[in-house]
């Protein structure tokens, strides 16, 4: 009996060696705008008044609107948080007894994070995991993506290797692949690691996504319709009648708070047709064109907006002003891409879109667009 007493002990001892965890502090760091802490605990959130904070288990992050964050775990991993993103530490530890196994699991429950993943030391090993609503994420040495809504999450994966589990079911999602996990289901398969930032850009589903508008200052209004050439729907804007009063007709959509710094490239791509201009070039100012793009944006933390415009234009007889445009042929489709990181198309690298907009403005015009797309990887 002693003997099995003293055996029991022993192995309690060794079990209680090997397996009890020090829980360990990460930092916090506000870099801009508003942030907020809920300790351990609480249920209420504090507004973070110092550039840095110590967090530790179970306490929680939240950014707000056009604030950012970054948490720096015990093993030199970071994690940056994007606006409108909450985060709870979970577990920050390492052995009681040795430094072998480091463990550091947090929990999105919203929002957007880039995770840089360190490299463990030689005589350890880090298990690093991400818990969302919708699935949990096992992480190794590398940078990941991870965005978090109501009905999906995702894992992007620029470096490493990470491991999405979900209903029993594990799927593994290598470098250069993005792993999306529907609340309820299983992992699906990786596809890709880029992100569309427009809704039915192949206009497949109509104007689902996007919303219409037209004016004139005189004349008639144009007509935005949807129509079929070469066997893809597209977009037909026309206006016959202006008298020589200026008019637009716009489809649009709002791209509330997209947050696109995270990006390594941000690719827009269209397809473009111009039928008949009545206006030379870009009109009287070089703005009005039978068919442009239009995008507002921010770029750093500042309120204010602006402007990026590339309009489509197809003759210039008086060599008139164009201002930034591409003459095409006439009726003829014409495929373009920007990339809009680079500072010869886009001067001040956006940090947000706010709205994209393809329109066309002038007098008389018909053109047509489809297949509209604004890629970020």
């Known amino acids: 009996m002693w003997l099995l007493l003293c055996a029991t002990c022993v192995f309690t001892g060794l079990w209680y060696r090997d397996t009890a965890m020090a829980a360990q502090e990460a930092r916090l760091e506000v870099w801009g705008g508003t942030a907020a802490l809920r300790t351990a605990g609480s249920k209420d959130w504090t507004v973070v008044t110092t550039r840095q904070a110590p967090l530790r288990e179970g306490d929680s ?45 947090l929990a999105i429950d919203t929002g957007v994070a880039r995770i840089g993943v360190a490299v463990p030391r030689s005589d350890t090993s880090l298990r690093f995991r991400v818990q969302t609503p919708q699935a949990t994420y096992e992480l190794t040495e590398g940078s990941y993506r991870v965005e978090v809504g109501d009905l999906v999450s995702a894992v992007s ?19 250069g692949q993005r792993g999306e996990v529907l609340a309820g289901q299983s992992p699906s398969v990786p596809k890709p690691a880029e992100i569309e930032l427009l809704v039915n ?24 319709t949807l129509t079929k050439s070469e066997g893809r729907t597209v977009v037909r804007f026309v206006r016959r009648g202006s008298e020589g009063g200026h008019g637009e007709s716009i489809i649009g959509q709002e791209i509330v708070h997209k947050d696109v ?20 070039g870009g009109g009287v ?93």
């Open 61 to 105: 992050v939240e950014t707000r609107d056009a604030s950012r964050a970054l948490i720096t775990t015990f093993d030199g991993s970071t994690v940056t948080l994007f606006p409108n993103t909450q985060v709870t530490l979970h577990e920050s530890s390492t052995p009681l007894y040795g430094a072998s196994n480091l463990q550091v699991t």
């Open 157 to 175: 994966v620029r470096r490493g290797s990470a491991v999405a589990l979900a209903q029993g079911t594990t799927v593994a999602v290598a470098q």
């Open 201 to 224: 850009g192949d206009l497949d589903q109509g104007f689902e996504g996007w919303q219409l508008a037209d004016t004139a200052i005189s004349g008639v209004e144009g007509e935005i």
């Open 261 to 280: 710094t995270d990006f390594l490239q941000l690719r827009l791509s269209l397809d473009v047709k111009v039928i008949h201009q009545s206006l030379d």
């Open 285 to 377: 100012m070089g703005s009005e064109h039978p068919i442009a793009v239009r995008i507002r944006y921010r770029t750093g933390s500042e309120e204010v907006s602006h402007i990026w415009y590339h309009g489509f234009f197809y003759k210039n007889d008086e060599g008139g002003p164009v201002g930034p445009a591409d003459q095409i042929p006439q009726s003829d489709w014409q495929h373009f891409e920007f990339d809009l990181y680079d500072p010869e198309i886009m001067p001040m690298r956006p940090s947000e879109i706010l709205t994209f907009e393809v329109m066309a403005s002038g007098h008389d015009y018909e053109s047509m667009v489809t297949d509209i797309s604004l890629i970020g990887e």
